[in-house]
C-alpha cells in the first residue's frame, strides 16, 4: 500500500519549473484528441468519404453533435479541473478516447462512425484540448501566465497538423482506419502519464506560480499567509459573480462568433482549395501548414499579451482578421487562395488563444476553470455549428463567397462586442451584489 501510495505521489526531480512538465505532459493528451478535431477531419474528410462513399453533410452534422456536446459538457469539466485538478479526469478520458477510436477504425456505417465519433469529441475536446489544460496553464503561471495559455492553445493546431499528415499518410498506403487504432493505442497507453505527472496547483508541491518558492521555514499561519499573498497579486472572481458582470456576456458572445466563423470557414477551405485548382494532396498539405501557423503564433500572441494587454491585442487580431477575410472575397486564383488561407490561419491564432487570457486577465484564477467553462458552450456550440452552416451556405449559393461575407459581419459585430466588454468592477458589480 506505501509503495502504490509513494508511486501516486512521485514527482520527478528537474531543475526546469514543474509547471511546463505538467503543461507538456497534458499537452500530449491533446495530441490523441486531436484525431477527432475539425482541424483534423476538415484536413481528412476527403479520404474518408472517398473510401466509404459516406454523405458529406451526414459527416459535418457527426461533427456538429459532437462538438455541441463538447461545449454543453464543458462547465462539468471546468468546475471538476478548480475542483478536483486535472489527474484523474484526463487519464480517464485518455483511456475512454482510446476506445473510440477503436470504433471509429471499425465502423461499418456513418452511423457507427458518428456514435465513436461524437462520444470521442465530446468528452475530449473539454478535458483534453481546452477548459481543462488552460486551467493548468493558469494555476500554474501568473507572471508569464499568457505564454503558457499560448503554448497550450498552440497544441490542438500543431498536433492536429501532425494528426491530418500521419492520418493522410496512412490513408494513402494503407488505410485511414489503421491511423485511427494507432491513435486509439497511443491514447491509452498515454492515461500513465497523465495520471502520475499531472497536479492541480503548484502548492501542491511546495511552490508559488511561476516556479516561487515556499520556504521551509515558513510553518502554520505564516506559511498560509505567504501563500495568501501570492494570490493577492492578482484579484480573483467567484463564477458566480462573474456572470453579473456585463463583459462575461459580451465576451461569451464574442467568442461565439469569432469560433464559429473559424467552424464555417475552416471545415470548407481544403475543397475551397481543391476547387480553385490544387489537388487534394496539396489542399490537405496547405492545410496542416495552416494549422501549423496558427499553433506557432500562439505563444507569440500570449509573449506580446504578458508586455502588453490581452484586450488591446484582441482588437489587432479581429481587424486583421477582417482584412484577411475581406480578401477572400476580392482575389481569387489557387495560389491566391493558398497564400490567404495561411494568412487568415495564422491571425486565427491570435483569435482562439486571446479570449482565455482577456478571461483570465478579467477574473483570476480561482475559479478560471469554472468561468472559462461557461464559455465553452458558446464556443463549441459555435465550433459545432460551423461545418453544418458553411456546408448549407454552400450548397445554397452553389459558392464561397457566402462564406466570406457571413465571416466578416461575425467579425465586425465581434469587435464591437469587445470595444464595450472593459474590465469590471468587483466593487460595483452590474446586476448587483452577489
Given at each position: 500500500?506505501?509503495?502504490?501510495?509513494?508511486?501516486?505521489?512521485?514527482?520527478?526531480?528537474?531543475?526546469?519549473?514543474?509547471?511546463?512538465?505538467?503543461?507538456?505532459?497534458?499537452?500530449?493528451?491533446?495530441?490523441?484528441?486531436?484525431?477527432?478535431?475539425?482541424?483534423?477531419?476538415?484536413?481528412?474528410?476527403?479520404?474518408?468519404?472517398?473510401?466509404?462513399?459516406?454523405?458529406?453533410?451526414?459527416?459535418?452534422?457527426?461533427?456538429?453533435?459532437?462538438?455541441?456536446?463538447?461545449?454543453?459538457?464543458?462547465?462539468?469539466?471546468?468546475?471538476?479541473?478548480?475542483?478536483?485538478?486535472?489527474?484523474?479526469?484526463?487519464?480517464?478520458?485518455?483511456?475512454?478516447?482510446?476506445?473510440?477510436?477503436?470504433?471509429?477504425?471499425?465502423?461499418?456505417?456513418?452511423?457507427?462512425?458518428?456514435?465513436?465519433?461524437?462520444?470521442?469529441?465530446?468528452?475530449?475536446?473539454?478535458?483534453?484540448?481546452?477548459?481543462?489544460?488552460?486551467?493548468?496553464?493558469?494555476?500554474?503561471?501568473?507572471?508569464?501566465?499568457?505564454?503558457?495559455?499560448?503554448?497550450?492553445?498552440?497544441?490542438?493546431?500543431?498536433?492536429?497538423?501532425?494528426?491530418?499528415?500521419?492520418?493522410?499518410?496512412?490513408?494513402?498506403?494503407?488505410?485511414?482506419?489503421?491511423?485511427?487504432?494507432?491513435?486509439?493505442?497511443?491514447?491509452?497507453?498515454?492515461?500513465?502519464?497523465?495520471?502520475?505527472?499531472?497536479?492541480?496547483?503548484?502548492?501542491?508541491?511546495?511552490?508559488?506560480?511561476?516556479?516561487?518558492?515556499?520556504?521551509?521555514?515558513?510553518?502554520?499561519?505564516?506559511?498560509?499567509?505567504?501563500?495568501?499573498?501570492?494570490?493577492?497579486?492578482?484579484?480573483?472572481?467567484?463564477?458566480?459573480?462573474?456572470?453579473?458582470?456585463?463583459?462575461?456576456?459580451?465576451?461569451?458572445?464574442?467568442?461565439?462568433?469569432?469560433?464559429?466563423?473559424?467552424?464555417?470557414?475552416?471545415?470548407?477551405?481544403v475543397p475551397y482549395l481543391t476547387d480553385s485548382g490544387l489537388s487534394l494532396g496539396l489542399a490537405a498539405m496547405v492545410w496542416s501548414i495552416s494549422a501549423i501557423l496558427d499553433?506557432?503564433?500562439?505563444?507569440?500572441?500570449?509573449?506580446?499579451?504578458?508586455?502588453?494587454?490581452?484586450?488591446?491585442?484582441?482588437?489587432?487580431?479581429?481587424?486583421?482578421?477582417?482584412?484577411?477575410?475581406?480578401?477572400?472575397?476580392?482575389?481569387?486564383?489557387?495560389?491566391?487562395?493558398?497564400?490567404?488561407?495561411?494568412?487568415?490561419?495564422?491571425?486565427?491564432?491570435?483569435?482562439?488563444?486571446?479570449?482565455?487570457?482577456?478571461?483570465?486577465?478579467?477574473?483570476?484564477?480561482?475559479?478560471?476553470?469554472?468561468?472559462?467553462?461557461?464559455?465553452?458552450?458558446?464556443?463549441?456550440?459555435g465550433l459545432g455549428l460551423g461545418p453544418t452552416l458553411g456546408t448549407l451556405l454552400y450548397k445554397f449559393t452553389n459558392g464561397y463567397n457566402s462564406l466570406f461575407l457571413f465571416?466578416?459581419?461575425?467579425?465586425?459585430?465581434?469587435?464591437?462586442?469587445?470595444?464595450?466588454?472593459?474590465?469590471?468592477?468587483?466593487?460595483?458589480?452590474?446586476?448587483?451584489?452577489?
Open positions: 500500500m506505501s509503495r502504490i501510495r509513494a508511486l501516486i505521489e512521485w514527482v520527478p526531480r528537474t531543475r526546469l519549473y514543474y509547471g511546463w512538465i505538467v503543461l507538456g505532459t497534458a499537452s500530449l493528451g491533446t495530441l490523441a484528441s486531436t484525431g477527432s478535431a475539425q482541424v483534423t477531419l476538415a484536413g481528412v474528410q476527403d479520404y474518408i468519404l472517398n473510401d466509404t462513399g459516406w454523405d458529406r453533410s451526414t459527416l459535418a452534422l457527426a461533427v456538429t453533435i459532437g462538438t455541441w456536446i463538447g461545449g454543453f459538457l464543458t462547465p462539468v469539466f471546468g468546475r471538476l479541473a478548480d475542483t478536483k485538478g486535472p489527474r484523474i479526469v484526463m487519464s480517464v478520458t485518455a483511456v475512454l478516447i482510446g476506445i473510440c477510436f477503436y470504433q471509429v477504425a471499425g465502423a461499418s456505417s456513418i452511423w457507427h462512425f458518428g456514435a465513436a465519433y461524437i462520444v470521442s469529441r465530446g468528452i475530449g475536446a473539454p478535458v483534453l484540448i481546452s477548459v481543462v489544460p488552460r486551467t493548468i496553464a493558469v494555476n500554474f503561471f501568473l507572471e508569464r501566465r499568457n505564454l503558457a495559455l499560448g503554448f497550450v492553445s498552440m497544441a490542438r493546431p500543431f498536433y492536429g497538423a501532425l494528426n491530418i499528415q500521419f492520418i493522410s499518410f496512412l490513408s494513402l498506403i494503407a488505410s485511414w482506419r489503421i491511423a485511427y487504432k494507432i491513435l486509439g493505442i497511443y491514447s491509452i497507453i498515454l492515461s500513465v502519464p497523465l495520471f502520475l505527472i499531472l497536479r492541480k496547483t503548484p502548492e501542491e508541491l511546495g511552490l508559488l506560480p511561476d516556479g516561487r518558492v515556499i520556504d521551509d521555514s515558513c510553518q502554520g499561519k505564516q506559511k498560509f499567509d505567504v501563500v495568501a499573498q501570492s494570490n493577492t497579486r492578482e484579484m480573483s472572481w467567484t463564477a458566480r459573480e462573474a456572470v453579473k458582470t456585463h463583459s462575461f456576456w459580451l465576451i461569451a458572445v464574442s467568442q461565439f462568433l469569432t469560433i464559429l466563423v473559424l467552424g464555417t470557414m475552416g471545415f470548407q477551405l499553433g506557432c503564433s500562439q505563444p507569440v500572441w500570449g509573449l506580446l499579451s504578458d508586455k502588453y494587454t490581452p484586450r488591446s491585442l484582441t482588437f489587432v487580431v479581429v481587424l486583421s482578421a477582417m482584412v484577411a477575410t475581406t480578401a477572400f472575397l476580392i482575389m481569387d486564383g489557387a495560389y491566391i487562395g493558398l497564400t490567404l488561407v495561411l494568412i487568415w490561419a495564422t491571425v486565427n491564432g491570435g483569435l482562439e488563444v486571446l479570449g482565455g487570457m482577456l478571461l483570465a486577465s478579467y477574473y483570476g484564477r480561482d475559479s478560471f476553470g469554472t468561468i472559462s467553462g461557461m464559455i465553452g458552450p458558446f464556443q463549441l456550440v465571416a466578416l459581419f461575425a467579425y465586425i459585430i465581434a469587435c464591437g462586442l469587445l470595444i464595450i466588454a472593459r474590465k469590471p468592477d468587483r466593487q460595483n458589480l452590474v446586476f448587483g451584489n452577489p
